[in-house]
């Protein structure tokens, strides 16, 4: 053993003394004003240490200078020194050997390996430049000049897996790139023979880096000429991304994905990878051996076709196999998740059952309801068609006795069995002869165009009433919908016509219409005669409007009926209004109560039933509650929430995250 001196005067110092000085000779430099002259170089066998330029997995890496041939090297001794156990030293040699039989361009040649004094050492060429770590700095390189690099390390690897000599710890510190812009494979610390290392000391433990070793590697398992493999895909997807594949905030973490989590895509943290990069590179970051490229030779010669722009051989992953290897890699998980997806599977087949029988119900429920309000037409019917008959009517008429007019059909309004809103007389002009109740402007306006005038002149004595289409009144402006019917004398001419008015309504009189769980809506046609003059409420090509909703007021304004599906059912409108029809309909696919848009209650999906009033234009829908619908565009809904919400997170995560 050589024994330390003093740097200034040559006295002996004691063991352990690492300030190179003696106390002497330390106090007169620190009484002396002038600044201290630089350590001279340490002498290691005839080597001068100049400075350590870096660490490995198993030793310190000096720039020293060669006396004998008068140039720079690497030297790298162990680091335990004197106390390094035969695990490391036997380790260490293990290095030196490697490093000396591998002889590529892109690694960096060993030009001795010795002892000096019990200390082990080997130096190499002295490559002066940064590593591929102290290069990106953190952020992503062109994809090219990336894919460059990791082509040539990949040929230097493939030299060394020909020699049997695997590396374990592939990162981009381990990458040397020179002034050339050359990368230099370095570091063989972890390097292992294949078939040849088995007894080595630590062989089959965690040995690596955490965000760069491969799977096998985490899990101790002995590693390949794959596993390095796997290392250079962990170096490119660094390269492109600016972060390693897998890093969590502690070593137990990182290893824990590396184990059961698959990285995020490249192209996910970079939009400007290419996909055939991206493809590559996770060919290379594949969980199972197999299914990486079985050598680095096969992964140059890939990165080489990227370059020249030639179609690559690797072929992204589909989504079904990474769920298969998912499920391969996560047994139990994967076999509750069948078990949930199996009786989600059931319950949404039970759910669409109920949903169908549910609008079977309704459209069944629809021909009741259709069924209630014809008879309530009927008795309205009745009413007006004995009223049309009354002599004293036509005598009024015949006389243009307007004041006997109006007293006649305010008592015919008094007494009920007819809707309630408004009365009037037309004459065979369509020019009005009286209102109730009363208005100023009624005989200004020419009222033929109207269905309710001119269908009560199609209609024949023995069935005088016609249902109209719903229209808008030029008096108030309200939608409504009339029955009509011609007064005619003793021969059958026409005197005049009468026209009794409904507003939109709830319920239209009748009892116990609207329930809780079931809603009824009844849609009639819209007149599409109107005077020019008019304003229009309703888009030019509205053909039916909702005149009846659980919603409405009396009076309030109605809402265009915008679901085409009605159209092809509209029946012929010309006469035998009344005339039952026995038909109802399921509301198939999706329907939105066109009501929700303007109230909240009613928004969102139904499901519906329809039947004909009669032969008169007018429908009956009887609608519930979609929940099947509902619940799906809940979960749905709620899955994007929490997808967005994991995306947003995980890139916050990131940005705060050191480089």
Not at 62 to 89: N, T, Y
Not at 285 to 301: G, H, I, N, Q, V
Not at 509 to 524: E, P, Y
Request: charged residues 25%; aromatic residues 6%.
């Amino acid at each position: 053993m050589t024994a330390l001196a003093c740097g200034e005067c040559g006295a002996p110092l004691p063991p352990g003394d690492a300030a190179g000085a003696c106390p002497r000779c330390l106090l007169s430099l620190g009484l002396s004003s002038a600044p201290p002259a630089a350590p001279a170089p340490r002498r290691f066998g005839r080597y001068d240490l100049i400075e350590p330029i870096g660490r490995g997995a198993m030793g310190v890496v000096w720039r020293a200078r060669d006396p004998s041939l008068d140039r720079m090297v690497a030297l790298k001794a162990i680091a335990a020194g004197r106390f390094a156990d035969e695990a490391e030293v036997d380790r260490f040699r293990k290095e030196a050997r490697a490093t000396a039989q591998l002889s590529h361009p892109n690694a960096v040649p060993v030009f001795e390996v010795g002892d000096h004094d019990g200390q082990p050492y080997f130096t190499m060429e002295l490559v002066e430049g940064r590593s591929l770590a102290e290069l990106a700095q953190g952020a992503p390189l062109p994809p090219e000049r990336a894919a460059g690099y990791v082509r040539d390390i990949a040929d230097a690897m493939q030299s060394a897996h020909a020699l049997g000599i695997v590396h374990r710890d592939l990162k981009p510190g381990n990458v040397l790139v020179d002034k050339t812009d050359r990368p230099r494979v370095t570091d063989f610390g972890l390097a292992h023979r294949a078939a040849v290392d088995a007894s080595l000391p630590g062989h089959g433990g965690a040995l690596g880096t955490p965000s760069y070793m491969p799977p096998e590697q985490a899990a101790g398992r002995e590693a390949d000429a794959r596993s390095d493999v796997y290392g250079l895909g962990a170096i490119l997807y660094e390269l492109l991304t600016g972060r390693p594949p897998f890093r969590a905030d502690s070593a137990v973490d990182t290893i824990r994905q590396v184990m059961d989590a698959d990285p995020a895509p490249p192209r996910l943290l970079n939009r400007k990878v290419p996909r055939d990069l991206e493809t590559l590179c996770l060919k290379c970051l594949a969980k199972e051996r197999e299914r990486r490229y079985p050598s680095a030779a096969e992964l140059r010669d890939d990165l080489g076709r990227f370059l020249a722009g030639e179609p690559i051989r690797a072929r992204p992953v589909s989504r079904a196999a990474r769920l298969v290897r998912w499920a391969r890699r996560k047994p139990a998980l994967a076999s509750l998740a069948a078990m949930l997806t199996a009786l989600l599977g059931l319950m949404a087949i039970a759910s669409v059952l109920a949903r169908n029988d549910t609008v079977q119900a309704n459209a069944f429920a629809a021909r009741g309801v259709a069924s209630s309000l014809l008879l309530r037409l009927r008795e309205w019917s009745d009413r007006l068609g004995a009223a049309v008959a009354d002599p004293a009517l036509a005598a009024a008429v015949r006389d243009d006795d307007g004041p006997a007019l109006e007293r006649w059909m305010t008592k015919l309004r008094a007494g009920g069995g007819l809707p309630n809103d408004t009365l009037f007389l037309l004459d065979p002009e369509a020019r009005g002869l009286a209102r109730v109740p009363h208005a100023d402007r009624y005989r200004d306006f020419d009222y033929g165009p109207r269905d309710y005038f001119k269908g009560a002149l199609l209609h024949p004595a023995a069935d005088p009433v016609h249902v109209s289409a719903a229209y808008e009144s030029r008096i108030d402006g309200n939608l409504k919908f009339a029955l009509s019917a011609a007064v005619r004398d003793a021969a059958g001419r026409v005197l005049a016509v009468l026209v009794v008015s409904s507003m939109t309504d709830a319920t239209l009189g009748v009892s116990n219409l609207q329930a809780d769980a079931r809603k009824v809506v009844v849609v009639g046609p819209l007149d599409p005669n109107r005077a020019p003059d008019q304003p229009r409420s309703f888009p030019p090509d509205t053909r039916h409007v909702v005149v009846l909703h659980p919603a409405y007021r009396h009076g309030q304004a109605a809402t265009a009926w915008t679901d085409a599906r009605l159209d092809a059912r509209t029946a012929a409108h010309a006469g035998e209004d009344l005339r039952p029809r026995a038909e109802a309909w399921p509301l198939g696919g999706v329907y939105f109560d066109p009501v929700g848009r303007r109230d909240g209650r009613y928004s969102g999906p139904w499901v519906a039933g329809l039947a004909p009033v009669g032969h008169t234009g007018f429908f009956v829908l009887v609608q519930s509650r979609d929940w099947v619908l509902a619940s799906v565009l809940t979960v749905c809904g709620a899955a994007v929430l929490a997808t967005a919400a994991a995306l947003v997170g995980r890139a916050l995560r990131m940005r705060r995250r050191p480089p």
